[in-house]
């Protein structure tokens, strides 16, 4: 569908803020002239003949009505939704949404595997096969949480590139950057720490080493790995902590992360390409003069 785009005087292009042909509620919409005296709820020719289409409508706007007087939450959703975006806009600026949209499909289907994941050192990868050969659709839920995490960090290191290389990080969107930053590291640790959770001799011995070659680092190391092993050694209690940093403290403070960052870029728009030039302001008349 043709968008309509009108150019601001400072080269940008704005999608003209036309609402989808939504019902509006009453309080929003113009009023008709000439009046038709069915309060628009008619045919539209006065004869005040209700058809069950316009009925269905009314009820859908007058709950739209009641939610945005009680939130005026359609204010913050024309802001969030309806902005200007730089001329030159192109597919690379859809990866970090893409990167978000692989966060939700990891913390849906997560939750469906939470529901039959045993974390247990005696448990975990007997609770692992049965989702994989028993639980109705387990195997593809399973598969789709394993390609995911692969999915989502390799859309975090090409969304990152994409800022980087549209130098998106410069003034005034350093702490977008930062918090982009966080996120990467989070995100890391969430593939991390995901690994372990299956309990077969491949996750067991490479989260060995990973734990051993935190260990290695400078100042923190130490205390990171015994952190990460809830002790000197692989203990019992080595699992609980992963699942409970996989489950519980990563992704929290990725939603948090993901609400900041996204606050950011509505609040300062996104970075034209690189290659376009920017365009000097037009002078208005009383410049001119
Ligand atoms: C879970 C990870 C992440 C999610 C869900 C995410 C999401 C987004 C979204 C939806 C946008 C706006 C659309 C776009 O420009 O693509 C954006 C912009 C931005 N992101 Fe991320 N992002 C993540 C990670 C990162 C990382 C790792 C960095 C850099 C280290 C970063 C830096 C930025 C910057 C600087 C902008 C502003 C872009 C501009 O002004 O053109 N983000 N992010």
């Known amino acids: 569908m043709a968008v309509p785009v009108a150019e601001a005087t400072d080269g940008s292009f704005a999608v003209m803020a036309r609402l989808p042909k939504l019902p509006l509620p009453g309080t929003r919409r113009k009023p008709e002239w000439p009046p038709n005296g069915d309060n628009g ?44 975006v730089p001329k030159g806009t192109n597919w690379f600026y859809t990866l970090g949404s893409a990167t978000m949209f692989a966060f939700l499909s990891q913390a849906i289907t997560g939750v469906f595997l939470a529901m039959y994941y045993e974390p247990s050192a005696s448990g975990a990868y007997d609770s692992v096969q049965h989702i994989t050969n028993d639980v109705f659709l387990g195997n593809l839920v399973r598969g789709m949480h394993r390609w995911g995490a692969t999915v989502m960090v390799v859309l975090v290191f090409l969304h990152m590139g994409r800022t980087f290389f549209f130098g998106a990080y410069k003034y005034p969107r350093e702490l ?38 935190n260990s290695t680092g400078p100042l923190v190391g130490p205390y990171l790995a015994d952190f990460l092993r809830a002790g000197p050694e692989f203990g019992a209690t080595t699992l609980s902590r992963f699942y409970a940093i996989h489950m519980l403290l990563v992704p929290g403070l990725i939603a948090a992360m993901i609400g900041a960052h996204i606050y950011l870029v509505t609040k300062l728009g996104t970075t034209a390409p690189p290659w376009l030039k920017a365009q000097l302001k037009e002078p208005t008349e009383k410049e001119r003069v």
């Open 41 to 84: 709820a008619g045919d539209g020719k006065g004869n005040g003949q209700v058809s069950l289409k316009d009925q269905a409508m009314e009820a859908q706007a007058g709950i739209v009505g009641w939610v945005d007087e009680r939130t005026g939450a359609s204010g913050f959703l024309r802001g969030f939704l309806y902005r200007k």
């Open 176 to 213: 977008n950057w930062v918090i982009g930053v966080v996120l990467l590291v989070l995100t890391m640790l969430m593939a991390f720490s995901g690994y372990l959770l299956p309990f077969d001799q491949r996750s067991f011995w490479a989260t060995v080493v990973g734990v051993n070659l």
